[in-house]
Structures are given as structure tokens and as C-alpha cells.
């Protein structure tokens, strides 16, 4: 995913490719009453960095180059790889912060050895400072797209930002690698995303800290694939009162994602996620008769010979008037990593606005792009794309001053 979205980004600037998917460089927003007219692109109605300005910066366990990873990924023709292959080759990654009992199926010789997890914190953000001053650029944002982590329920130590400090200190063993990079990144003032299921920032020790150093955070796990599906059709089903009685969804899939979710603690992370995505549209407290017996299951099968091309299945047992059944197939031969890249683009550079606004803490508005929205305790996530998508675009218009659009529309027939 990360070697596609800068390989995209690179082969974009060359005129190689367009940035397809992405909202910030495709998209536009509606400004005003229908009769205005006015339909700006969203890159040119809120200041956000141009394509070209991004430099990239990354650590991973392998230190393969970005052009090497990528040919290995086999996301991306050789042939194009090979037209950004110089800029692609000069991007080698840093050392990893990395833990294996985090990620149980993988691991690697590019780690960083510290005698604390404070000290591992401090050796990013002095990557982060080399960075900043090799490449001169003047503003960072950090969005892990590194394996899936194990799943975590919150721990003491998460609880405070005290007793997060203290925990590094201590190396507590319920702090994961992807929080500490959060932590480096947050304390410099950096934003954070998180494109991954697991437990990150999305605890109250770096919400407090995000709040304390005026940082945007966002998260979490792209949404991609069949649960972008899924968030495109249950609104759908929902809107028209189609009662649900069964959703099952399988995948196979042979890229290191794979491999990683075939740990069933992995998977129990990334099942978290995809599963929460139903109940919310649903509202099944709300309308019982027609989603409170929905059976709703979700597998992934590691199947190597696909690599990075995905097969998904979803089977949808609906049922309409009077009761009677229905039946839905899904077929979706996807590419999680193109889906995934114009996320990590639009992420960098609302975030990078979102920063420079002081806007601070959770980014709701960003659900748009996410599984499982981090949102404020005591709400639930709203997982409809299309109200996400609302909520992103009155985000920019109350950004710029303009009215948010409420669809109400009976002025036009006084
Ligand atoms: N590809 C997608 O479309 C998609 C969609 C939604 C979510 N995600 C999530 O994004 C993440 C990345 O997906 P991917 O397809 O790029 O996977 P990938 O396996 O191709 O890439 C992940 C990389 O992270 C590295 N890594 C693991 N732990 C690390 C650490 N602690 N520090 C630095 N590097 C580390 C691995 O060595 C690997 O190179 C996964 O968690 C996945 O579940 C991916």
C-alpha cells in the first residue's frame, strides 16, 4: 500500500497516471444554492499542498528500497516502476520500531535496539528531525500503514498520558509499536492516522496528548474493498427498508496483509473492524424486525497465487414485502492496495490543513476514509459513506465560511 501510493503520487507528477480515488485532487464541492453554479474542486476551495510538494519518509523491518518493495508487491507494472525507478530507489526506509509479539507472522533485520521504549520513542523522533532537515521540507504527517498489530483491549498504562510516559519508561509490555510511533509524531506536533485495525492512537493517553499539543488525529483501517462495499449498499437496503436476514463475506487474498491477518489474533483485530460496520448503519435496536436476526460473518483465507488481487464474496440474504427472501452476489475482484493509495494521499493532506487550521484531536470528519472511525466517547461512528461524505464537505465549506448544504431545498418552490 505505501509503495503504491508513492509510486502513484511520483507517476501522477509525470503525467504516467491520474490520482483516481482521490477526492482532494478529483474531487469537488458544491458551494451555495443549485442555481449558483458553484462546484469549485476541493484542491482549489481549501489550501491544501499541491501533489508536488510531498517528500517521503518510511521505516520498515526490511530494508528494501521503495522501487524494491514495490517490485516485489506486484501491485504496479514493472514498466511504470521502472519510468520513477531512480526517485523510487531513493527512498530506503528507516529502521522499525517492531515487536513481534505484535505481529506473529512476520519479521526482519531493520530494527531498532534501545533499552526502553522511551529511548526506541526518541530514536523516531530524531529520525523525524534528520528528515526534516535532509529534505528541508517544513511540515510532516505520519499515517502508519504497517502490518496489522494483534488485538489489544485497552490497558491501564493507556489511560493517561502520565502513565503512558511512565509505561515507555518501563517498556510496559501493553504498549504496541504503532503507539509508540503515534506518540513520537504527536509530540512533535505531527498528525496521525492510523490505516491499520489495531489499537494506536486511539487511546485516552494520546488523545490527551493530541488535545495538549494542538495535533489532528485520525483513524482507523482503510476503507477499502468489500467493506467499502458494504458501506455503499447497507445505507442502500437501509433507505429502502429491505429487511436483512444473513451477510456472509469471504476473501482470498496472497499479499503480506494476508499472511499477517492468517494469525488469528491479527484477524481478530481486522474482524473487529470489518463486523462493526453493519449494527452501526443498521440500527438494528431501531428496526428489529427487519435487521435484529441478521447473521453477519466475515473470513479471510490467505491464498498466496493472488497476491495483491483480492477475490471477495459477499452472499446477501434479504427479504422485502410480506417477508419474502431475496438473494444478493458479490463478486469483487479488487485491488486493495489501488483502493487503499488515494486514502493515504487525501489523509496527508487534510490533515496537513487540519493542522495548519488548529483544528485538534479526533478528526470526525475524516470518517469518510475509515472502517472504523475513531470518534468522541459516548457517540457512535457513523459508517454510511454517504453521510461520511457529507459531514467531510460541510467540514470544508464551514472551513471556508460557506453554508453547509442540507439538501432542504423548499426554497426553490416558494
Ligand atoms: N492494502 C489495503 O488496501 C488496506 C486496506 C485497509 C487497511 N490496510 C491495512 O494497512 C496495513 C498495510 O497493508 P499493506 O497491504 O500495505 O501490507 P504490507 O504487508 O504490504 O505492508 C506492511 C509493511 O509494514 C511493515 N511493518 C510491519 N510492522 C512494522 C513496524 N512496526 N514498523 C515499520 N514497518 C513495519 C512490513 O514489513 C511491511 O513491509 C495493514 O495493517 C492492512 O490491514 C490495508
Not at 5 to 29: D, E, H, Y
Not at 94 to 102: G, I, L, N, T, Y
Not at 177 to 183: E, F, H, L, R
Not at 223 to 232: D, P, R
Request: hydrophobic letters at 40%; glycine letters at 8%.
Amino acid at each position: 500500500m505505501s509503495t503504491t501510493f508513492i509510486a502513484g503520487v511520483l507517476a501522477a507528477r509525470k503525467g504516467l497516471g491520474q490520482p483516481i480515488g482521490s477526492l482532494t485532487q478529483m474531487g469537488t464541492v458544491r458551494l451555495g444554492k443549485r442555481t449558483e453554479n458553484r462546484s469549485p474542486m476541493i484542491k482549489d476551495f481549501v489550501p491544501l499542498a499541491g501533489m508536488d510538494d510531498l517528500v517521503f519518509g518510511a521505516w520498515d523491518i526490511f530494508p528494501e528500497s521503495a522501487y524494491e518493495a514495490a517490485v516485489k508487491a506486484g501491485v504496479l507494472d514493472k514498466n511504470l516502476l521502472d519510468q520513477i525507478r531512480d526517485e523510487m530507489d531513493a527512498i530506503r526506509p528507516m529502521k522499525a520500531v517492531f515487536d513481534q509479539r505484535f505481529v506473529k507472522n512476520l519479521d526482519g533485520p531493520h530494527k531498532k535496539e534501545a533499552p526502553t521504549l522511551w529511548d526506541l520513542a526518541e530514536a523516531l523522533k530524531e529520525d523525524i528531525r534528520t528528515f526534516q532537515k535532509e529534505t528541508g521540507v517544513s511540515r510532516v504527517v505520519m499515517v502508519w500503514c504497517a502490518s496489522t498489530e494483534t488485538f489489544r483491549k485497552e490497558a491501564p498504562v493507556h489511560q493517561s498520558l502520565k502513565a503512558f510516559e511512565e509505561g515507555l519508561k518501563t517498556s510496559d509490555p501493553a504498549i504496541a509499536p504503532s503507539m509508540i510511533y503515534a506518540y513520537a509524531a504527536i509530540s512533535m506536533g505531527i498528525p496521525y492516522a492510523n490505516g491499520a485495525p489495531n489499537l494506536s492512537a486511539d487511546i485516552p493517553a494520546l488523545e490527551e496528548l493530541a488535545k495538549e499539543r494542538g495535533v489532528p488525529l485520525a483513524g482507523k483501517d482503510f476503507k477499502t474493498g468489500q467493506t467499502l462495499m458494504k458501506t455503499i449498499l447497507a445505507p442502500g437496503f437501509k433507505a429502502r427498508l429491505l429487511g436483512l436476514s444473513g451477510w456472509f463475506s469471504t476473501n482470498i487474498l496472497g499479499n503480506r496483509d494476508g499472511e499477517v491477518l492468517d494469525d488469528p489474533e491479527a484477524f481478530k483485530t481486522k474482524e473487529e473492524s470489518k463486523l462493526g460496520v453493519l449494527d452501526s448503519i443498521l440500527q438494528p435496536h431501531l428496526y428489529p424486525s427487519l435487521y435484529g436476526e441478521l447473521y453477519h460473518k466475515v473470513r479471510i483465507n490467505y491464498y498466496p497465487p493472488r497476491g495483491d488481487n483480492k477475490e471477495g464474496w459477499d452472499n446477501i440474504d434479504v427479504f422485502g414485502w410480506l417477508g419474502y427472501p431475496m438473494q444478493i452476489k458479490i463478486d469483487f475482484l479488487c485491488r486493495d492496495s489501488i483502493l487503499a493509495a488515494p486514502i493515504v494521499l487525501d489523509l496527508a493532506l487534510f490533515l496537513d490543513m487540519a493542522g495548519r487550521a488548529k483544528m485538534r484531536g479526533i478528526q470526525e470528519w475524516l470518517s469518510f476514509y475509515f472502517k472504523s472511525p475513531i470518534h468522541a466517547r459516548g457517540l457512535y461512528a457513523e459508517h454510511d459513506l454517504f453521510i461520511q461524505l457529507m459531514k467531510l464537505k460541510n467540514t470544508l465549506r464551514h472551513l471556508r465560511g460557506e453554508d453547509p448544504i442540507t439538501h432542504l431545498g423548499l426554497d426553490s418552490y416558494d
